[in-house]
T-cell receptor, first 111, second 113 residues
C-alpha cells in the first residue's frame, strides 16, 4: 500500500563503490524527486523528473545520475562513492508539481 | 534563487502550551508554503500547507499564517502534546520553478509532559 517506496532502506558500502537506490510511486503522479538530508537534517533537492523528463538538476556532482524509465519510477545511481555522500536520500512525488509526498528514505553510509 | 530561513532551531514547551515556528522567504514568486513534520528515523510528512491567495488556514490544533508583503509565514500549534515532539520544516516553492521545494533549516520541538 506504500505510496512512495524506495529500496534499499539501509545501505553500508565502501568508498569508491557504485550503488543504486530505486524508487517507485503508485499514486499516479507525474513528477518525481530526489532529496538529500544531511547529518544536520537539512533537506535539499537534487533532481526532479516530470513525465520522464529531467526538469530540475541542482548543483550535484556528476557521480550522481538519475534515471526515470517511466513516470512511476525514478532511480538514483551513485558512482565512486565518497565519505561525504553519507546521508539519507528521500524519493518523493507530486502531481502537476503540487503537494510533495516523500518515501521512507534510504540511509546511505559510506565507510 | 529562493532562500528560506526558519526560527527557532530548537523549541521546548510544556505540554498544553502553544508553540510558534516562523519562516521567511526571499522569492516573491513563491506561491506554495507547506509544513512538514519529521519524527526520528521517519519520512517528512505534510501536516498543513497554505497558498499565496490565503492568509490563514487551520486544521484542528494546527494553524498557518502567511504575510505575503513581509514574505513570512508561521506555524502555530496549540495545546501541545508529547506526540507533537519532532522536527518541523517549513518550505516554499513556485509553480514556475518546477515545484521545487526549498526547505528551512528545521525546528526541533520538544514537548515536556
Amino acid at each position: 500500500d506504500t505510496a512512495v517506496s524506495q529500496t534499499p532502506k539501509y545501505l553500508v558500502t565502501q568508498m569508491g563503490n557504485d550503488k543504486s537506490i530505486k524508487c517507485e510511486q503508485n499514486l499516479g503522479h507525474d513528477t518525481m524527486y530526489w532529496y538529500k538530508q544531511d547529518s544536520k537534517k537539512f533537506l535539499k533537492i537534487m533532481f526532479s523528473y516530470n513525465n520522464k523528463e529531467l526538469i530540475i538538476n541542482e548543483t550535484v556532482p556528476n557521480r550522481f545520475s538519475p534515471k526515470s524509465p517511466d513516470k512511476a519510477h525514478l532511480n538514483l545511481h551513485i558512482n565512486s562513492l565518497e565519505l561525504g555522500d553519507s546521508a539519507v536520500y528521500f524519493c518523493a512525488s507530486s502531481q502537476d508539481k503540487d503537494t510533495i509526498y516523500f518515501g521512507e528514505g534510504s540511509w546511505l553510509t559510506v565507510v | 534563487g529562493e532562500n528560506v530561513e526558519q526560527h527557532p532551531s530548537t523549541l521546548s514547551v510544556q505540554e498544553g502550551d502553544s508553540a510558534v515556528i516562523k519562516c521567511t522567504y526571499s522569492d516573491s514568486a513563491s506561491n506554495y508554503f507547506p509544513w512538514y513534520k519529521q519524527e526520528l528515523g521517519k519520512r517528512p510528512q505534510l501536516i498543513i500547507d497554505i497558498r499565496s491567495n490565503v492568509g490563514e488556514k487551520k486544521d484542528q490544533r494546527i494553524a498557518v499564517t502567511l504575510n505575503k508583503t513581509a514574505k513570512h509565514f508561521s506555524l502555530h500549534i496549540t495545546e501541545t502534546q508529547p506526540e507533537d515532539s519532532a522536527v518541523y520544516f517549513c518550505a516554499a516553492s513556485a509553480y514556475n520553478q518546477g515545484g521545487k521545494l526549498i526547505f528551512g533549516q528545521g525546528t526541533e520541538l520538544s514537548v515536556k509532559p
